[in-house]
């Protein structure tokens, strides 16, 4: 490959030799009459040797021959204006100094000196971007005819992304036909030579009439009904459908828009963006000392991603696992090679070890996802649900106010709200224990509550996709059933807003949109894998779990909602779980039962303490079924 780079540039210096003679002819000749020519025939040949002087080293200095010029963009046409007004001003300048030192060329025209450089810039940026015009004229001819016929959803900047991208791409093997927008201004129009043809409405008729192979849908910010109609219509059709990564992957630096896969599940359930205010955040977290809890979970790992973006002066990853906690840090370190990072093996039920870290690091933000999480297993482990979701979050608690942590954040879910499970209630203890803490210490300690995590270790999707993997059946446990859903990237935005906003003892939700039937989204994911729900795949209904709600709650009933300065973020106020609850003496009799593994009496004081709760109903069947363990988190 670099011979012959080194080949074509030998070329265009050849060239640009042959312009910088044609340039210096070419002004005396549009200056001068045809009858003066030959009187100012030696000052011209005296201009093109100091041009070719001047020039060509000067056009080196610039790198003019260290580019590829079939890639030339607006910046290399900044290069070559700068190098040729660079080169022309020493041209003029050795020039005139040889007129008035030499009275051999006296009436030699200054104006020339000028149209030297107009013609230059015009012959060296002209001649290289004929060869980036050859280049692509010639790839495209070479995909002509041969790739699969595609169409493009979305005419907006990431649409001519992709079109420029299938065009200088033969690798892609696809030749775009249209594009489908739903902007009236955009109808008829080009762009990169590929028209606008209809309405997104109009994919159907679309498809038969130009014989498409394939769909992108290249709408980063596409809401999923979008994303499923256009998916339904391609697989009635018979034709394959690929998009472009949603818009929290595009910030979070991972991927880029023009990297095409295949529709997702997630990307049917998308909702419209929430809208993040990115410098609020970041002046939270910018030069600041940052500690992550679970740095190796799915949440954890996803706020560590984005929290170094923000640019902290140090990321202390705390986990209890090594191979995770190793797994981030080695992502972390390829891709932010100059932030400090502290890998933390550590066991947040270990208040002594907690405090070496804290009193070593002396981190300023404290974001604590480390959790049990696991529904069905902690039912069957509720000691070690206790100990570790509320004896392990009031040692992370404590050892921050210990070491004067100015922000606090707790990631919560919505089965804290009214729980039903030993894991909910978990949850709702340590929401009362920051909120606690915020409320004596008047510190920004909150809590942000979301729903289900879509991708996260143990999430339905990958049982739902090994179920139908296996030819089925795929198991719901009834028909009715509703829950929020969120990405992982969506979700830590909320999380990463809230210090933004916090004044402490808040608990902020986010507005999750409807919530989604289980049933739907298990028949999406059938089609998805291209098989027909009951045809293929089978669906059966396990029956609802006692205790088990169909929907989900982020709030408790009466509980005062207000808005606050994000338009998709609420703040709860005045929980009432705090009116007649001591709260350190309950944690005691926790810690006290849990060392004598009391179950039932742990039961008993869970709903007790928590409003609403109804664990003690669900408690003895989760215990007698074992098989309950298959089933997935809901």
């Known amino acids: 490959m670099r011979p012959r780079q080194h080949v074509r540039n030998r070329f265009v210096l050849i060239g640009d030799i042959a312009i910088i ?126 790739g699969k016929r595609t169409i493009i959803i979305g005419a907006g900047d990431a649409g001519a992304l992709v079109v420029r991208e299938l065009q200088k791409s033969s690798q892609l093997n696809l030749t775009p036909v249209g594009f489908l927008d739903d902007d009236p201004a955009k109808q008829k129009h080009a762009i990169y030579g590929v028209t606008v043809i209809g309405m997104v409405s109009d994919l159907p ?24 109609m256009v998916n339904d219509v391609c697989r009635v059709k018979g034709v394959v459908s690929r998009t472009m ?14 990297r095409l896969r295949e529709v997702d599940i997630t990307d049917l359930l998308r909702r419209e963006p929430v809208r993040v205010n990115d410098e609020a955040v970041g002046a939270t977290l910018k030069g600041k000392r940052v500690l992550v809890t679970g740095a190796g979970g799915s949440i954890g790992r996803e706020l560590c991603r984005q929290i170094a973006r923000r640019n902290p002066a140090q990321l202390v ?24 990072l502290s890998p933390v093996i550590a066991d947040i039920r270990n208040a002594e070890r907690l405090a070496q870290v804290f009193k070593q690091h002396q981190s300023e933000v404290v974001f604590h996802a480390a959790a049990h999480k696991h529904v069905p297993l902690m039912e069957a482990n509720i000691v070690e649900a206790i100990t570790n979701n509320i004896l392990g979050t009031r040692n992370v608690v404590q050892t921050a106010l ?5 922000r606090f954040v707790l990631i919560s879910t919505d089965k804290a ?44 999707i990958p049982i739902f996709k090994n179920q139908i993997a ?78 088990e709600k169909l929907t989900e709650e982020l709030w408790d009933e009466g509980t005062p909602l207000a808005k606050t300065l994000h338009p998709d973020i609420f703040r709860l106020e005045n929980d009432a779980s705090f009116s007649s ?54």
């Open 21 to 146: 003679i044609i340039s210096v002819l070419g002004s005396f000749a549009l200056r001068l009459d045809v009858g003066e020519l030959p009187f100012y025939f030696p000052a011209a040949v005296l201009m093109c040797a100091v041009a070719l002087a001047m020039k060509i080293p000067t056009y080196f200095f610039f790198g003019l021959y260290r580019r590829l010029w079939i890639y030339a963009s607006t910046g290399e046409l900044r290069l070559i204006t700068v190098a040729v007004t660079t080169a022309s001003v020493l041209t003029s300048g050795v020039m005139v100094l040889l007129i008035v030192t030499d009275n051999v060329f006296p009436g030699m025209p200054r104006s020339a000196l000028g149209i030297d450089w107009l013609l230059s810039l015009v012959l060296i940026g002209g001649s290289r971007f004929a060869l980036r015009i050859l280049a692509e004229q010639s790839m495209a001819s070479r995909a002509s005819g041969k």
């Open 245 to 258: 990564p949603g818009i929290y992957e595009l910030i979070g630096g991972k991927v880029n828009v023009s």
């Open 417 to 460: 709200v009214r729980p039903s499970s030993i894991y909910g209630a978990t949850k709702r203890l340590a929401e009362m224990i920051v909120l606690n803490a915020a409320r004596e210490s008047k510190r920004a300690f909150t809590v942000v509550r979301f729903g289900n995590v879509l991708g996260s270790r143990g999430s339905i």
């Open 402 to 406: 210990d070491h004067n942590v100015e």
């Open 317 to 340: 990853l705390l986990g209890h696992g090594e191979n995770s906690i190793f797994e981030i840090l080695l992502e972390l370190q390829s891709d932010y090679p100059d932030l400090m």
């Open 470 to 547: 296996s030819g089925g059946p795929v198991t719901i446990t009834h028909p009715d059933m509703y829950r929020f859903f969120m990405t992982i990237p969506e979700a830590v935005y909320l999380v990463l807003q809230a210090p933004s906003m916090e004044n402490g003892g808040e608990t902020f939700v986010l507005n999750m949109g409807e919530p989604v039937r289980i049933l739907d989204l298990a028949e999406d994911l059938i089609r998805l894998s291209g098989l027909e729900p009951q045809r293929d795949i089978e669906i059966e209904y396990t029956g609802i779990r006692p205790g």
């Open 205 to 228: 008729a679309s498809i038969d009439l130009h014989h498409v192979d394939e769909v992108i849908i290249a709408i980063p910010s596409a809401p999923g009904q979008l994303v499923r």
């Open 581 to 634: 609850l001591n709260l350190p003496q309950a944690i005691d009799s926790l810690s006290a039962l849990s060392h004598s593994e009391a179950t039932e009496a742990i039961i008993k004081l869970l709903d007790e303490l928590i409003p609403g709760s109804s664990i003690r109903q669900s408690s003895e069947s989760n215990v007698k079924s074992q098989t309950s363990l298959l089933t997935f988190d809901l």
